[in-house]
């Protein structure tokens, strides 16, 4: 066999061609098969998230709408007023009263449901507003939203509410970080209970969590404050 036959050669110049040439197709197709793949799809989901995040009104898809996930304008009626604000439908309550509408009564601590901090009242019942979205609670097709009660629409001319003032008789508070969401919760419960008992004041205010430990000092306080409000309102 002459040295023109031998297969190791033929081999030895397809390589020695490919590098002249610089990157061979099968290097290309290796290279696309181990990251380009990852690589390409990144770029597109960075597409697709630039247009969406461009898209601030409601869509039309098909039969239904779809907001967001851009910034949408909507209204909250908060402390009997009606706030507008733009922000994206992924926003909770909590972030939107905070962030948006400078109401900052409402505390930010666990942000999943468990420590009561950030206890509003939305439509009469005390809620976690870090596990609420605005958007639900919005305005929504013409249609007033949520009645929402924070923590700064409780004393409007600046006289401190009864549930208040019996958290400084009783000395119910001692860094204060909870007593925004206790004082909701219980002004909650009050407006509903006007003559409680022990078990249901200590079974009310067990979603509201306090590393002071001020719990008897709290619950004197709704005993005092539900005989002070009389009908449940103040
Ligand atoms: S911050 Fe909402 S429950 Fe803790
Ligand atoms: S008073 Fe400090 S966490 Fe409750």
């Given amino acids: 066999m002459s040295r023109r036959d031998d297969p190791k050669d033929s ?9 002249k040439r610089g990157i061979g ?33 409601e869509t039309v898809v098909g039969g239904g709408k779809v907001i967001g996930p851009g910034p949408v304008p909507m209204t909250l009626r908060v402390n009997g007023e009606a706030k507008k604000l733009t ?37 009469g019942k005390a809620t976690y507003s870090c596990t609420a979205l605005a958007i639900d609670v919005a305005d929504h097709e013409g249609k ?20 208040s003032a ?12 909870c007593t925004p969401g206790f004082v909701m919760a219980c002004k909650a419960f009050i407006e509903k209970h006007h003559n409680p008992t022990a078990e249901q004041v200590k079974e009310a205010l067990g979603g509201n969590l306090c590393r002071c430990g001020t719990y008897m000092g709290v619950r ?15």
């Fill in 87 to 123: 922000v994206e439908p992924r926003v909770t309550l909590l972030d939107a009263l905070r962030n948006h509408l400078d109401l900052t009564g409402a505390k930010k601590v666990c942000d999943r449901g468990t420590c009561g901090a950030c206890t509003v009242i939305v439509n």
């Fill in 25 to 57: 197709r099968r290097d290309f197709v290796k290279l696309v098969g181990g990251t380009g793949v990852a690589v390409t799809a990144e770029v597109l989901a960075r597409q697709q998230l630039a247009t969406a995040a461009a898209t601030t009104q």
């Fill in 144 to 163: 007033p939203g949520a009645d929402i009660r924070t923590i700064e629409g409780l004393a409007p001319e600046g006289k401190l509410h009864p549930v």
């Fill in 220 to 234: 004197k306080v709704v005993v005092e404050a539900a005989m002070k409000m009389k009908g449940g309102h103040a």
């Fill in 166 to 177: 019996s958290f400084v008789d009783n000395d119910a508070q001692q860094c204060g970080f």
């Fill in 11 to 19: 081999v030895h110049d397809d390589k020695a061609k490919r590098s």
